[in-house]
């Protein structure tokens, strides 16, 4: 007890840094700039007749099709005449998020003439929670089979390739799809997966363990075989998406160069620039728009009755819409030299950067800019891009021009359209007569234009004088002020080479800028493309943080801060950490980690229980955390090695410094936690109990009767489990004892198959509690002469809660699916989950705490000559369930009840040794109070 104030201190700062980072991954983020998509008129799902076997063996499923207006009826009058797309709604998703992409696409359709049309089919999943259970994923995919293949039915013509588009876990189960037996991979060609979880987060059960494991092998496998004509889009929220990490959704990962499979945050999308979160990313309108677009060009010109079949066209359809190409590697020339067009005369601009601002209607004119070869890039930002604008001059005088085919990065300004830039990257070097020259000539022809055009061309110094910046540097205080001024773009390297780094930008811009203050990009270099935007909309501070979406695998390159400036402004530029955002990072990537450190601290904590009595554990932790460690860095290296990469994106001694801070935070959460059960206990069998009987009058309606009620029930509880004890301890001979003891167990059975396992664990945990409570009471010991009983009946206590708060999740899923109605109520409480995760569990449970509950009183006194053998093996077994957590259980959750499985049914022999041991005829507490 004499360390309890440092296990508060511990305790409260970790549960406080903790908190701030959850606060900084729940609310520290952008503002949701996504714009709403509208129905113009009144959406109406008509649904799909089934077969009679899929109705049989799905009744709580259902197929719909989206329409408005007109398209409502003839659908009623089950006239399909469009493209078929499928929407498949993710984790607790409905079947009406289909309407943004059905409404636009019916609307899109519309407008254009002669256009082909869509039917929109949702599925109804009757929002399962598919992400906590995988044993709905097998089902949902064998659902959505049967309605591919009724689909077309529908039609009066052949068959024709269908489009899917997966939202959450949906877009899994679109991969899922070609696992089927019966599913023809030709049908699907095209698939756009929104916030999708590509790669696990949690993996919650064995079968979703082994839904993942086989979706990828076959993916793997047949990427460029059965697989080589599908092209597959995934998009991430970004930093609003609080649920899917954009590095979940991150498909590079899976299929390394690969171009046919594309991953993308919708941040870094041209046109829509803006973090989604989960379910925004649905009916975000900008998104939307993009997708639909998109869809239409991908349309067969020929036939117009489906996607065209060239996978390279559909590829490059999704580039153009969904994917910026990079600016340095952009512009190619096409072999042909041209003469200048007639104009009146070109305007050339020998030194310095040059900087245009048409007027409406004005005529066409010609502008050259004369470019030192001892420059780096050649900065190009225009509001208009038209093709061939830009040429570089054979000549001095331009008589001769090589047109240069440019393809722009689109960048939002403050228009609706934003702008086009580029970066030039040694143009000098793509001619012949240009090569080795000291210096270039690029010509830029304006047309004529009902817009105002903009124009500015600045060189930029070299690659080897671009200014570098580094975490380590600022968080060592070094200064980071930079001062723009006067330049149109201005860019920098910034060395962020863990996910956990963060550091905040503050840009500050001058009084005298009213208007077009200028935009902010942060790159980063990699095959999922994670680039953000930011406005400089505030005209004194802008600040924005810079931080990773997803681990990069940067080589010899590092992420780039780009500002796009206004020449007439002035501007300071300071960088700083991020500290709020630092959590912010480790909170977000980190976080699903931590049940199984907290697991592993409360397994060792049951050292004590089988150790010499002073002995201080120190070097027990130490070690198991250090075999741990090996085991897992011996993975990174190897990955033939079974076991999971934790603390993916940070380097080896941020990951040993953050695996040493997260075992100390848990350790002192879970030391301050079992205090805690103490005093409960205490407080629970005896002074709340005494308090609320004595002082409070029974006629009063005050809280306090409620808790003496509930004291009551459970001294009642405790009372009963003491007097069905007590009749095994009035036999004297231990086949008596055996035959009782499946009591409690076949309660917990019972009610665990009937309903889910978690009620039987809280069942069983109740009980145990109730026969705690019902012990300390009678014993009246208070809390600062604790004897070894209590504190071993709290370490056991402290596991079962842990056993019980690891198996919430199968108990949300069972409620989930019950019905409002109280007869279908009382029906379906008896039909649990199938397979439920958590019924094993609750046997093993139920029979280790009802031997828990029988064992001796004091377990020093049924040691026998086994003892200190039966212990060594206790403290084995307690370090390899610890050291195997920490190793393989860390984003496999279930295997953490695994294992906690495993360390009970041990320790259940220890019990059963202590009661047959027990040859002293046991006194109840009711005997010796009497």
């Known amino acids: 007890m004499r360390y309890l104030p440092l296990k508060l201190v511990l305790g409260a700062v970790s549960l406080g840094l903790f908190a701030l980072g959850l606060w900084d991954v729940l609310a520290n983020f952008e503002p949701n ?15 799909i007749e089934m077969d009679e076997s899929v109705v049989k063996r799905f009744p709580q499923y259902g197929l719909y099709v989206y329409g408005e207006g007109a398209r409502t009826a003839a659908y009623e009058r089950k006239v399909y005449s469009g493209i078929p797309v499928l929407f498949i709604p993710g984790n607790a998703g409905s079947y009406r998020q289909g309407r943004s992409i059905g409404s636009v696409l019916l609307r899109m359709s519309e407008k254009r003439q002669n256009s082909v049309k869509f039917d929109v089919f949702t599925i109804d999943f009757n929002e399962e929670l598919a992400a906590l259970y995988g044993g709905f994923l097998s089902s949902q995919t064998d659902f959505v089979l049967k309605c591919l293949l009724h689909i077309p039915s529908l039609y009066g013509r052949p068959h024709q390739k269908e489009i899917l588009i997966g939202h959450s876990v949906g877009g899994l189960i679109a991969r899922g799809l070609f696992l089927k037996p019966g599913f023809d991979t030709s049908t699907v060609n095209t698939i756009f997966t929104l916030s999708t979880p590509h790669q696990p987060i949690l993996l919650v059960d064995a079968e979703m363990e082994e839904f993942y494991a086989d979706i990828d092998d076959y993916w793997s496998r047949s990427a460029n075989s059965t697989l080589k004509d599908v092209v597959m889009v995934s998009f991430a929220g970004g930093h609003r998406d609080v649920l899917v990490r954009s590095d979940r959704s991150d498909l590079s990962g899976l299929f390394a160069g690969n171009e046919r499979f594309l991953s993308m945050t919708t941040t870094s999308i041209p046109a829509v620039w803006a973090s989604t979160d989960h379910l925004c990313i649905v009916w975000c309108k900008q998104l939307t728009l993009a997708v639909a677009k998109a869809i239409f060009e991908m349309l067969d010109g020929k036939t117009k009755t489906g996607l065209v079949e060239d996978v390279d066209r559909r590829l490059e359809t999704a580039r153009k819409y969904f994917v910026n190409p990079k600016p340095d590697q952009n512009f190619t020339a096409d072999g042909t030299t041209e003469k200048p067009r007639d104009l009146a005369d070109i305007r050339f601009e020998n030194s310095g950067p040059l900087r245009l601002n048409t007027k409406k209607y004005q005529p066409a004119s010609a502008h050259a800019l004369v470019v030192d070869g001892s420059v780096g890039d050649i900065f190009i930002r225009s509001n208009h891009w038209r093709p061939k604008w830009i040429s570089l001059c054979l000549d001095a005088s331009c008589s001769g021009r090589l047109p240069l085919n440019i393809s722009p990065t689109r960048v939002p300004w403050f228009s609706e359209n934003g702008q086009f830039y580029t970066l030039l990257s040694d143009p000098w070097k793509i001619h012949p007569s240009s090569s080795g020259s000291s210096r270039i000539v690029l010509l830029f022809e304006l047309p004529k234009s009902e817009d105002v055009i903009t124009l500015q061309v600045e060189p930029t110094p070299t690659k080897e004088s671009i200014p570098s910046i580094s975490f380590w540097e600022v968080l060592l205080g070094v200064t980071q002020r930079f001062q723009p001024t006067g330049s149109s773009y201005f860019r920098l390297h910034v060395d962020l080479q863990e996910i956990w780094h963060a550091l905040h930008v503050d840009v500050t811009v001058s009084d005298q800028c009213k208007t077009n203050r200028g935009m902010a990009r942060f790159t980063v270099p990699g095959p999922f493309r994670q680039d953000t935007y930011k406005l400089l909309q505030h005209q004194r501070l802008n600040r924005f943080p810079l931080k990773l979406q997803a681990p990069a695998k940067l ?28 959590l912010g990072q480790v909170a977000r990537f980190y976080a699903v980690q931590l049940p199984a450190f907290f697991a592993a601290v409360v397994v060792m904590h049951l050292l004590p229980l089988y150790c010499q009595e002073g002995r201080s554990l120190l070097l027990d932790h130490v070690l198991v955390n250090v075999v741990a460690g090996v085991v897992l860095l011996f993975n990174r290296n190897f990955a033939e090695v079974s076991g999971d990469d934790i603390f993916a994106g940070s380097s080896i001694p941020s990951a040993v410094a953050m695996w040493a801070a997260f075992y100390l935070t848990t350790y002192s959460m879970v030391s301050l936690f ?18 609320a009987r004595r002082y409070v009058p029974v006629e009063w309606f005050h809280p306090v009767w409620f808790i003496f009620y509930c004291t009551n029930l459970v001294c009642f509880l405790g009372s009963f489990v003491s007097r069905l004890q007590s009749m095994q ?139 200190g053998i039966f212990d060594l093996l206790m403290v084995l077994v307690i370090y390899g369930v610890a050291a195997a957590t920490l190793v393989y259980a860390q984003r496999v959750f279930y295997l953490i009840t695994v294992f906690m499985s495993v360390l009970l049914m041990v320790m259940s022999c220890d019990f059963v040794r202590r009661i047959f041991t027990d040859s002293q005829p046991l006194v109840s507490s009711d005997e010796k109070t009497r």
């Open 33 to 47: 700039l996504c714009q709403m998509t509208y129905m113009f008129e009144y959406p109406n799902y008509v649904p």
């Open 674 to 691: 079992e205090t805690a059960l103490l005093a409960m206990v205490a407080l629970y069998s005896f002074p709340i109990h005494w308090i």
């Open 729 to 867: 301890r009035r036999t004297s001979t231990w086949p008596a004892r055996v035959s009782i003891f499946p009591l409690f167990a076949v309660f917990v059975t019972v009610l665990s198959y009937v309903t889910c396992g978690e009620n039987g664990i809280l069942l069983a945990l109740l009980l145990y509690f109730a026969k705690v409570c019902y012990n300390k009471r009678n014993s009246v010991i208070s809390l600062s002469t604790t004897t070894s009983e209590v504190v071993e009946n709290t370490k056991i206590l402290l596991l079962a809660v842990l056993v019980t708060m690891l198996n919430v999740i199968p108990t949300l899923v069972w409620t989930k699916r019950l019905p409002s109605g109280l007869p279908g109520l009382i029906r379906s409480s008896y039909s649990g989950l199938d397979p439920d995760p958590s019924f094993t569990v609750s046997i093993v449970v139920g029979i280790v705490l009802d031997f828990a509950m029988r064992k001796g009183t004091n377990r020093r006194a049924t040691l026998t000559r086994f003892s």
């Open 555 to 582: 080589g010899d390159s590092f992420p780039q801060l780009e500002l796009f400036l206004n020449a007439e402004c002035a501007y300071d530029v300071t960088i700083t950490v991020a500290w709020l955002d630092v």
